[in-house]
């Protein structure tokens, strides 16, 4: 183990969704979220990957904070362990493997450290409370961005069958690792979106942000049933309107709101 190890911080002011998966694709190492803050730790010089994450946000005329700093080596890893606190979302109760499951919870595994989502985001935990407000056994099920697959998972606890993709194959593959390691059983799994979709389905989650959302509305309403469920996540609330008007020919039956983030719940009637 080297003496001193690089510490990576970075707050973007917007598209915080986005820095996240474009740093979780420019290092392997963990990810540490902090109110706002992306953290990566690496024995290696991570110059690199801050000049990337600064040219992004210059594409995206987005302000971005970033900075480095060469810090004591110690053993972070089981500090990092430390400072993660399991996440309780209604009946789901979602913790990491080093944690105890919980009495009269469905519990469900996510490692932070090598996952795209563990719950703790705001983003995350409101999908997770609109699929346990939502999801019936026996439904049909698409978790569009999949990421971890935490969603998917929790679905499938409750009794659904479950579609997964992602258009990061590295995401896929994560989602499947996790589901083995909660004993759950996905359908099918591709690497792309929602267009690859080969049926219609009960209920449809895509928690991703409102420019792809947005984007993608036309085909994400197609892979809804009728009097289907369309749970959509990722929305920072000064593109919710951006959002609620594409998606207007659907009725909007629920909003959850926590911090800047909304998630809308709408019905294909």
């Known amino acids: 183990m080297q003496d001193y190890y690089y510490e990576l911080k970075v707050k973007p002011a917007q598209q915080y969704e986005l820095f996240l998966d474009l740093l979780t694709s420019l290092t392997n190492e963990a990810i540490e979220e902090d109110n706002g803050v992306l953290i990566s730790r690496s024995e290696e010089d991570l110059s690199d990957v801050e000049f990337g994450l600064q040219a992004f946000a210059q594409k995206l005329s987005i302000e971005c904070e970033t900075s480095i700093t060469q810090q004591k080596n110690e053993d972070w890893i089981n500090k990092y362990k430390n400072s993660i606190q399991p996440v309780e979302v209604g009946q789901f109760y979602v913790y990491p493997t080093w944690e105890e499951p919980k009495e009269n919870k469905i519990n469900i595994i996510i490692n932070p450290a090598l996952s795209f989502g563990s719950g703790h985001h705001e983003t995350t935990s409101s999908c997770l409370q609109a699929i346990g407000e ?17 969603l998917s998972i929790a679905a499938q606890k409750l009794g659904a069958v479950v579609d997964i993709c992602d258009t990061d194959e590295d995401a896929v593959d994560s989602a499947k690792e996790n589901f ?31 420019d792809v959302l947005v984007l993608i509305a036309s085909d994400l309403k197609k892979s809804v049933k009728e009097d289907g469920i369309l749970i959509l996540s990722g929305i920072l609330e000064q593109h919710e309107h951006k959002v609620q008007k594409k998606f207007s020919d659907l009725k909007e039956i629920d909003r959850i709101a926590k911090n800047e983030w909304v998630t809308l719940i709408y019905k294909k009637a």
């Open 180 to 210: 083995e390691l909660n004993s759950a059983v996905f359908n099918e799994a591709w690497t792309g979106s929602v267009t690859h979709a080969k049926q219609t389905y009960d209920v449809v989650v895509a928690n991703i942000v409102a």
């Open 134 to 150: 939502n999801v019936q056994s026996q439904q049909s099920l698409l978790d569009v961005g999949c990421g971890s697959g935490i």
